[in-house]
């Protein structure tokens, strides 16, 4: 199973940028889709960002199309999340899990996401 440790986070203002770190751990990783997800007070897990084993296909939540950016890097067993003009909606903690990218879901049967890694945006 891949096993997740997010760093990054912060507490920044409306329209500052983050980078979101994810260190995995696992052997089948480097052919594993990973995704972000993300959780705010009283709501529940939602995707975030996708991207497919080899970085050909990334997913977008509507909500961040355009301000984040998905990435990895196999040979270090590694996610990113480059978050932009971050806003007040974007507070959550934030987690990095495998991902199923056709139903922007949680893949519980390949890994599980770590602790977070909490994002707070004020206005």
């Known amino acids: 199973q891949v096993q997740s440790v997010e760093s990054g986070g912060g507490l920044v203002q409306a329209g500052d940028s983050l980078t979101l770190s994810c260190a995995a751990s696992g052997q089948r990783f480097s052919s594993t889709s990973m995704g972000w997800f993300r959780q705010a007070p009283g709501q529940e897990h939602e995707f975030v960002a996708g991207i497919s084993w080899n970085s050909v296909r990334t997913y977008y939540q509507d909500s961040v199309e355009g301000r984040f950016a998905i990435s990895r890097d196999n040979a270090k067993n590694a996610v990113y999340l480059q978050m932009n003009s971050l806003k007040p909606e974007d507070t959550a903690v934030y987690y990095c899990?495998?991902?199923?990218?056709?139903?922007?879901?949680?893949?519980?049967?390949?890994?599980?996401w770590g602790q977070g890694t909490q994002v707070t945006v004020s206005s």
């Open positions: 899990a495998p991902a199923n990218l056709g139903t922007r879901q949680y893949a519980p049967l390949l890994g599980s």
